[in-house]
């Protein structure tokens, strides 16, 4: 099973939540903000419905106020899953039992270190229902216990299969001491130094705690001497080697299991975990502060991350999963002021809005996009960082332009009026055509573009002059009083550029007219521009050269 939409009513730190357009290839959800942003808060969503749908109806009215945000209002979780079903639960005290199964989720609070081993016998946990998962913590607050249960049902499966099965001693290693012993390797490396080697699982006998025994170089060490680290590791593998076979349509939710581990650790236990050790059918949410996450989430095409840094969750709030070569993910691990020394190999631009799709698919060599809201946005940002930005012409003139590039040296300027402008140029839509097999008048494409001009210029023209008082260029107090400052103000200089674009609009010579004329909202009729992706309008080899040129 896997999640491609949560909606959250009055749950917990949420107000209204709506996470939408995870896709479903998603093997992997990382879920990044700061300490109290809310990560754990949706976690415990995802505990709530489980708790219900495992029939457990006896739960206290501390439940009921736990997850509820306010008392007064009703609660209401509602999940799409991959096979198009949704499944909601609202009301105040009282639940319906969703159309889900009990193994649908599977969850580890992050309060599950054992620094040392304590049971001395078997069964000192109690009685465990493993198939009810009757053992895990009640809220993610609490402390997850489960080690010592998992270390007792691992030699239980072992003895079983020893006993029942007529597999060899060897067959029984290579089924469930290999598998963590290869995880061991790609997680902490495979040299004489760093490789560590389970020998033994033996569990806790005649008044002794368990044998857990390991080798690392030439040394033999317990479980109770390994690193924090090391015991996070093994701690989440034996997890899933006891309990995984229960849950093969399931949303794991295992909350910062980065601990104790460095970047590099970090991305090898992420990647080694979802790879290897989740099933395919299922889905694995994380929350992280962990650069090494971060970084494995980028890379992998199964993969999204979700930002809930930043967010009044008091208010309504919609999260899409972010880019993947947005940076401004890693400044939860690292630090804004970190960022540029981070990406010192590679060009960042900011970009306006949903322009970092478009330009994100060229693929340009050592060179990421970044989303700002708007112009004024990505004109803000570039003066306040070492970052380059990329914006649109709008109604700017020649000179204009001449003076931006000149003051604004990281500050990059479409020479159309706007992206679609070069999506639905002649040239890109006679390559795309020409790619696709399709004929295309390209003389008979220009000569409705101009007439698609004349018939907007005049309404174009009135509001040429107060459009651009909105550009922030030239602001800062180094042009007070100049007149580069005054060009973008009800000004003569002002009005002197807005005739400049005039001009351009009433001259029907292509070039001229068309930086000026805003395709994104004009010539949406012509036939040879309909239905047709701008996603694949934006894959052309005319497109990537004319922007590569912009930003040489």
């Known amino acids: ?254 909350d910062e299991i980065d601990l104790h581990l460095n970047t590099k650790l970090q991305f090898n236990l992420l990647k080694e975990i979802t790879e290897n050790w989740i099933p395919d059918r299922c889905q694995l949410w994380t929350a992280t502060h962990s650069l090494g996450f971060i970084e494995y989430a980028k890379q992998s095409d199964h993969a999204s991350i979700l930002d809930f840094d930043d967010l009044n969750f008091d208010l309504p709030q919609t999260l899409v999963p972010e880019a993947k070569d947005n940076p401004e993910v890693y400044e939860i691990a690292v630090g804004k002021e970190l960022l540029p020394s981070l990406f010192q190999h590679l060009a960042v631009y900011f970009v306006e809005n949903k322009d970092q799709d478009y330009y994100a698919s060229i693929g340009i060599p050592k060179t990421v996009f970044v989303s700002a809201n708007d112009r004024n946005s990505v004109y803000r940002k570039v003066q306040t960082s070492e970052f380059n930005g990329l914006v649109d012409r709008d109604f700017l003139s020649d000179d204009d332009i001449q003076q931006i590039r000149q003051h604004y040296p990281k500050l990059r300027l479409l020479n159309y009026y706007s992206v679609e402008n070069y999506m639905y140029h002649p040239d890109n839509l006679a390559e795309y055509y020409q790619k696709t097999g399709k004929d295309f008048d390209k003389l008979d494409y220009i000569q409705q573009l101009k007439e698609t001009k004349n018939d907007v210029k005049d309404s174009l023209i009135l509001r040429i002059a107060s459009v651009r008082s909105s550009y922030p260029y030239f602001e800062e107090p180094d042009f007070n009083g100049k007149p580069l400052q005054k060009r973008f103000r009800s000004s003569q200089e002002n009005f002197d550029q807005t005739a400049a674009v005039q001009g351009y609009l009433s001259n029907d010579d292509l070039e001229t007219f068309y930086k000026s004329l805003p395709m994104k909202d004009y010539g949406k009729r012509i036939p040879q521009r309909q239905h047709i992706a701008k996603s694949d309008l934006v894959k052309t080899a005319w497109f990537k050269a004319q922007i590569t040129t912009l930003l040489v």
């Open 1 to 254: 099973m896997r999640i491609t939409k949560i909606e959250l009513v009055n749950f917990k730190r949420f107000s209204h939540l709506e996470i939408s357009n995870i896709p479903e290839s998603s093997k992997l959800v990382v879920v990044i903000g700061s300490n109290g942003s809310g990560k754990s808060s949706l976690f415990d969503a995802f505990g709530f419905v489980a708790t219900l749908i495992k029939g457990d109806t006896s739960t206290s009215e501390d439940f009921w106020k736990y997850f509820g945000k306010t008392e007064t209002k009703q609660i209401s979780v509602s999940l799409q899953t991959s096979d198009g079903l949704i499944h909601t639960l609202s009301g105040e005290n009282h639940f319906n039992r969703p159309d889900l199964s009990t193994n649908s989720f599977y969850g580890r609070s992050s309060f599950r270190q054992i620094p040392r081993l304590m049971r001395t016998g078997l069964g000192q946990g109690g009685r465990i229902d493993f198939e009810k998962d009757s053992d895990r913590p009640k809220f993610l607050i609490d402390r997850d216990n489960r080690f010592e249960n998992d270390i007792e049902k691992v030699t239980e499966i072992i003895l079983k299969e020893f006993f029942r099965s007529g597999r060899s001693n060897e067959e029984i290693r290579q089924k469930y001491i290999l598998p963590i012993n290869e995880a061991l390797g790609n997680i902490f490396g495979k040299g004489n130094d760093t490789k560590l080697h389970l020998i033994e699982i033996i569990p806790p006998l005649e008044g002794k705690v368990a044998q857990i025994t390991f080798r690392k170089g030439n040394s033999e060490i317990h479980y109770n001497y390994l690193s924090a680290g090391e015991k996070e590791v093994f701690n989440l593998l034996i997890n899933l080697l006891s309990r995984a076979s229960l849950y093969q349509d399931t949303v794991y939710y295992l």
